[in-house]
């Protein structure tokens, strides 16, 4: 830079100034002649905020510069949520891009080729985002609406299709990395329900390390925190083994019996505890007998799905008929159903006492069963591992329950042991193998009279007067039960002068002729 001159002239001296755009960097490669001075001292008509200022004192001077474009300096932190499906990996990426120095039009990521980007959500600035294929490698380039810095942060949704009938899948998660950044740190946590199990292979991990302090919250509901690891540097590589548990299966069994003069009832709760993986199809077996008359539907209060269907098998294979219970979707935890029916047992014989045989019947327990692998159901063959069951018997005021367990595998408790029913029952007992019957007897029992009225104390005084007129004064101690009236019988043509009950004036109400044309009877209240 030589600038204008003056000719001429002994001497010359002046000031330099140069001023540059934001958008450049320059460098110094030649001063001669030149000393640099601060802003405050340059003169006021050629001041400029941010620029070089010089004075020199010769016209022998030179000042060689080169400029280039300032590169924009660009930080990412980088938050990836990934959750295992039924039939895919669903991906949700956090963006926070700080851009500095300088603006972008755009912002790049290399995409997995297994990843397909769904759609990405971010401020109006984004106006579109295609993913394009550039030397062999996918890109997504989300491009904004103008030259933009600062602080921008968009979410990224994918997800990679897996087989959902394969048992063991490997892969590599897919990690979107974004491209022509200085640093970024970031965070990567993996989801998966309790049906899929998780492994991830240290031996081929790389630039990762676990993080304790990581999101448990799933992007769907029913995920649960797998694995999460945290990075500062590039390449990333976390190697996993998902396999799928099988579902397991099961059952406790609640019945209670409602023992009637003339009936029994009955209500079986069969709780279903599934695990691992959800089911939408349960079956349970009744007696052959009563395989039209139960009542089947979802326990009162239960959050399950609403029942989609019942269906009765055909035909009973060895006195048993199976129901099957088809849901509107899968349910996992507990699945209570309730069976009711109405027992009528056959007539009891013999009267012994105050007694009379009225019933008995072999009360056959409706029992859990798991799945065969035929039919509706997508979960295949599931057993059922295990089986608790209890039976409590309750009972009508005026009969006596019996019963006598057949076989070895029901045993006779304490109803205060109960833990799946009332502890209000006569009789209670519990077993863990399912083929167990109770026959029950019930014994009514006559009305017999009672009498109302105990006069436990008496005492009566009587005086006679010189005209032969007697007075009487009767005092009892009684326990009636008669709440309302009491009756008392008095000689006939007795006067009645006064009636006290507790203390208590009361009076008498004539009832008519009395029980003995010889006494009047009265009613006391």
């Not at 009498?451 to 006679?464: F, H, N, P, R």
Request: charged share 25%.
């Amino acid at each position: 830079a030589a600038g204008i001159h003056a000719l001429d002239v002994v001497r010359e001296s002046g000031q330099l100034v140069v001023a540059k755009g934001a958008d450049l960097l320059l460098n110094v490669e030649k001063l001669t002649g030149l000393t640099r001075i601060e802003e405050a001292e340059v003169a006021e008509q050629i001041r400029r905020p941010g620029s070089l200022a010089y004075k020199f004192y010769s016209p022998k001077l030179e000042l060689k510069l080169t400029a280039k474009a300032v590169e924009p300096r660009v930080l990412v932190n980088h938050i990836a949520k990934f959750q295992f499906l039924d039939d895919e990996l669903r991906s949700l990426t956090q963006l926070n891009y700080t851009i500095e120095r300088a603006g972008l039009f755009e912002l790049q990521l290399r995409v997995p080729e297994e990843l397909v980007v769904d759609r990405v959500v971010g401020p109006q600035q984004i106006k579109e985002y295609p993913v394009e294929t550039k030397d062999g490698q996918k890109i997504l380039r989300v491009v904004l609406d103008m030259k933009r810095d600062g602080a921008i942060q968009f979410n990224v949704l994918g997800h990679v299709p897996l087989d959902a009938s394969a048992t063991t899948q490997e892969l590599t998660m897919p990690l979107l990395e974004p491209l022509q950044v200085e640093r970024e740190t970031g965070q990567v946590t993996i989801f998966a329900p309790p049906a899929i199990e998780v492994v991830t292979d240290e031996n081929f991990l790389s630039g990762v390390q676990p993080e304790r302090n990581a999101d448990p919250n799933p992007l769907v509901a029913g995920g649960t925190l797998a694995s999460a690891w945290s990075f500062t540097r590039r390449p990333i590589q976390i190697p996993l083994k998902t396999t799928r548990r099988p579902t397991r299966l099961t059952a406790s069994v609640a019945t209670s019996l409602t023992a009637k003069p003339e009936t029994a009832d009955v209500r079986t709760t069969v709780t279903y505890d599934v695990q691992f993986a959800g089911l939408d199809t349960f079956q349970m077996a009744v007696p052959e007998a009563l395989a039209d008359a139960v009542q089947i539907r979802t326990a009162q209060g239960a959050t399950v799905p609403a029942i989609k269907e019942k269906k009765k098998a055909e035909k009973a294979v060895d006195g048993w008929v199976t129901w099957t219970i088809i849901l509107q979707r899968e349910a996992m935890g507990d699945v209570p159903f309730e069976i009711t029916y109405d027992l009528k047992p056959a007539e009891g014989e013999g009267k012994k006492g105050n007694a009379t045989l009225s019933w008995q019947q072999e009360l056959k327990l409706v029992k859990a069963a798991g799945l065969s692998g035929e039919g509706e159901s997508k979960a295949g063959k599931v057993e059922l591992s295990d089986v608790y069951g209890e039976i409590t018997v309750t009972k009508d005021k005026a009969l006596t329950v019996t019963a006598d367990p057949t076989g070895e595998d029901l045993e006779a408790i304490d109803p205060r042991e109960l833990s799946l029913l009332p502890q209000d029952g006569s009789l209670a007992y519990r077993y863990y193998s399912q083929s167990v019957s109770l026959k029950v007897s019930a014994t009514k029992h006559e009305i017999q009279e009672v009498v109302e009225t105990v006069v436990s104390k008496g005492l009566v005084e009587v005086v006679v007067d010189q005209d032969d007129k007697a007075s009487y004064r009767c005092r009892f101690k009684l326990k009636t039960s008669e709440r309302q009236r009491l009756r008392i019988d008095l000689p006939k043509g007795s006067e009645i002068l006064g009636v006290l009950v507790d203390n208590k004036s009361v009076s008498p109400e004539k009832a008519g002729k009395g029980s003995d044309d010889a006494f009047d009877s009265y009613f006391v209240s």
